[in-house]
């Protein structure tokens, strides 16, 4: 209480010339604006607010502690409070230098109305962790649906589950100009070391042009914008190839290739250095997901079905087959899916796995099963010789819809160490976010209408603590990531998945980051979820984050960027003869002023989105070194 106090009294002097409200209604001359803000970040009532400010500092008594009816509201509030844990400070000094008038006057239409809107989803602290929730559905793609031709507005299916127009909830990446930092030269990243002199060694974000069309490809060509929007961005913490998909809905492909895993009708190749259009059996149909893994990538089409190429030697392409190759995109098979749960929404590729996630927020696996990538309770680890060991992989995706919690993060009595139980109604989670690390997963649960907090789930190889529980163990089932819960999280949930190869992070609603693992070959690991606090603390909102092979960016709404981790290629973006390692976030310079809208990074390179909407957005790209295909000679 104390430290609230002081806190508070700290608002007041920095903000009082923003105050809306005159009349004085707490203790330290705290206005109304104060009491809500200090409401919305504590997931308190106002009341009980006021009720904290008013004892004094005295903090709970003893009659709070016991069972007597008669405790005092301000002791109630007090408790409640305390509750919240010492780490919520973190968050409210981030929040100390932000507008107080952004908590919405009871007297702003608008600010209600919104308010109002947004109390859909905002979870409560007192609600009842086990009874059964009301997600808001459909799950949508990343991108829009570019055959939709009201793509601001959902089109869900009639269901069994309630469904309802989502997309304010799941908003679609803003289309933007494809920007790339890190070689083309996909024969470089983790096998040679080379001095970084060519044009086509980027060493600092560059618009990148496309490939020129082929003889094949000259009756499109007219058709083919030169110097399109793209809506989404594709590769991995394993992955020296990419793949980008225009506003309209068609793919390009470029990097390594030596799996044929980008698809190319002219089959395996060590490189293929610019964006080349991939084509496949989705015909005219527009795609709106994309993925990449080490050698094999999985694309989405707008009718929800799932193509796979390239190696599938761990059955990573679930096509139900065990060929070592798929040389052509191959649709994908979901074994025992429902008609109603077919409709695949997003993807993300680890290094031999592959997580899909439907319109329902089912999750589906495939690939390699050691690490307990799959989810599905084990590994299968069986001896195919005496001194060589084999797995039960999975060759088509399945459903896996079984989610534990440890006995201690349930609160139980008597709860003995390591034990695990199931998730109460653990076969009706939704799950809005996913992302693969090289051998882990992280999810991120659907919001609802019932007052939950959504929960974050982990699983596969925990190397260096990036599952977020304490240790360093692998979790076979998806597992509860429990410090990710509380009155900390009632306002400012989890929302987005991001993992990196041996890290993960958690994007909340309030645009904070939230770490955990190890990205960096010195350094402690961060064994628990962990504020990434040189962001929060100088009131930045990150938009969106991504983790590489040794690499993690972050965006902002204020049009800034930053980077940390080693880039020997060039991935950090710091630009020719600057650092290439980074032990802290450190501004790349480059994307001074430029909105990206979305990060992806890969083994070796980082891409970019960036908005080019009006006259501000095409100054700042003007800043921006343009690649010439003319310069690339490999």
């Known amino acids: 209480t104390f430290i609230l106090c002081t806190w508070y009294r700290y608002c007041r002097s920095k903000q009082s010339s923003k105050a809306y409200h005159t009349e004085v209604i707490a203790p330290g001359g705290g206005t109304a604006a104060d009491i809500a803000n200090l409401s919305k970040h504590l997931g308190l009532e106002a009341d009980a607010v006021k009720a904290v400010m008013s004892s004094g500092g005295r903090g709970v008594s003893r009659r709070s502690r016991g069972s007597a009816p008669s405790s005092s509201e301000a002791d109630t509030a007090a408790a409640a409070a305390s ?127 496309l490939a020129t069309p082929t003889d094949e490809d000259a009756e499109d060509e007219e058709e083919t914008e030169e110097n399109p929007k793209f809506a989404l961005i594709a590769t991995s913490s394993t992955s020296a190839h990419s793949i980008a998909i225009t506003a309209s809905g068609i793919a390009y492909g470029w990097g390594r290739n030596e799996a044929n895993q980008l698809g190319l009708m002219t089959g395996p190749c060590a490189t293929v250095p ?134 201690e993060d349930a609160n139980i009595s008597n709860a003995k160490r390591g034990a695990m139980i199931n998730v109460p109604n653990c076969g009706e989670i939704v799950i809005c976010s996913i992302s693969c690390g090289k051998n882990h997963t992280i999810a991120v649960e659907a919001p609802t209408t019932s007052g939950h907090i959504p929960r974050v789930f982990s699983w596969g190889c925990g190397d260096y603590g990036c599952l977020g529980h304490g240790i360093q163990a692998d979790e076979y089932t998806p597992r509860f990531v429990a410090t990710l819960r509380g009155p900390l999280f009632t306002a400012n949930y989890p929302v987005k998945a991001s993992a990196g190869s041996s890290c993960s992070m958690v994007l909340t609603k309030q645009g904070h980051v939230y770490y955990m693992g190890k990205h960096r070959q010195i350094g402690e690991a961060t064994m628990r979820p962990s504020l ?103």
Not at 165 to 170: F, Q, V
Not at 280 to 308: E, F, M, Q, R
Not at 532 to 552: E, K, P, Q, R, Y
Not at 572 to 601: E, H, W
């Open 274 to 407: 610019l964006p080349t259009k991939l084509v496949g059996p989705w015909g005219d149909d527009p795609l709106v997901g994309a993925a990449t893994g080490k050698s094999h990538s999985v694309v989405i089409d707008a009718t929800g079905a799932a193509y796979a190429v390239g190696s599938n030697k761990c059955g990573q392409c679930g096509i139900n087959s065990s060929i070592d190759d798929v040389t052509k995109f191959r649709r994908c098979v979901l074994a025992g899916a429902s008609s109603d749960d077919a409709e695949i929404v997003q993807v993300s590729c680890g290094e031999q796995f592959t997580v899909l996630l439907t319109s329902r927020g089912h999750i589906y696996s495939a690939g390699l099963a050691e690490y307990g990538q799959l989810g599905n309770g084990e590994t299968g680890e069986y001896f195919i010789a005496a001194n060589k060991l084999g797995f039960a992989n999975a060759t088509k995706f399945e459903r896996r819809s079984l989610f534990v919690q440890s006995e």
């Open 83 to 209: 509750a919240a844990g010492a780490s919520a400070w973190a968050d409210f000094f981030s929040e100390a230098t932000a507008d107080p008038l952004a908590a919405s006057s009871a007297g702003d239409d608008d600010n209600a109305a919104k308010a109002s809107d947004e109390a859909v989803v905002i979870a409560s602290a007192s609600v009842d962790e086990d009874a059964t929730r009301e997600y808001i559905l459909p799950i949508l793609p990343l991108m829009a649906n570019p055959a939709n031709s009201n793509a601001n507005k959902a089109t869900p299916r009639k269901k069994k589950a309630k469904m309802m127009d989502s997309t304010d909830t799941y908003p679609y990446v803003t289309p933007g100009r494809l920007a790339q930092t890190g070689t083309l030269d996909a024969t470089v990243p983790g096998r040679t070391k080379r001095q970084m002199t060519n044009d086509y060694d980027l060493e600092e974000p560059t618009l990148l042009p």
């Open 532 to 634: 990434i606090d040189a962001l929060a603390n100088n009131a930045h909102v990150t938009t969106s984050c991504a983790g590489g092979s040794a690499t993690v960016f972050c965006t902002t709404r204020n049009a800034v960027t930053v980077s940390w981790g080693k880039g020997d290629t060039g991935e950090l973006g710091y630009g020719r003869g600057n650092q290439k390692s980074s032990a802290q976030p450190k501004f790349v310079d480059k994307l001074d002023s430029c909105m990206v809208t979305n990060i992806a990074c890969g083994y070796g390179h980082t891409l970019f989105l960036v908005k080019d909407e009006d006259a501000e957005d095409a100054k700042a790209l003007e800043k921006l070194a343009k690649l010439e295909v003319e310069q690339v000679t490999l």
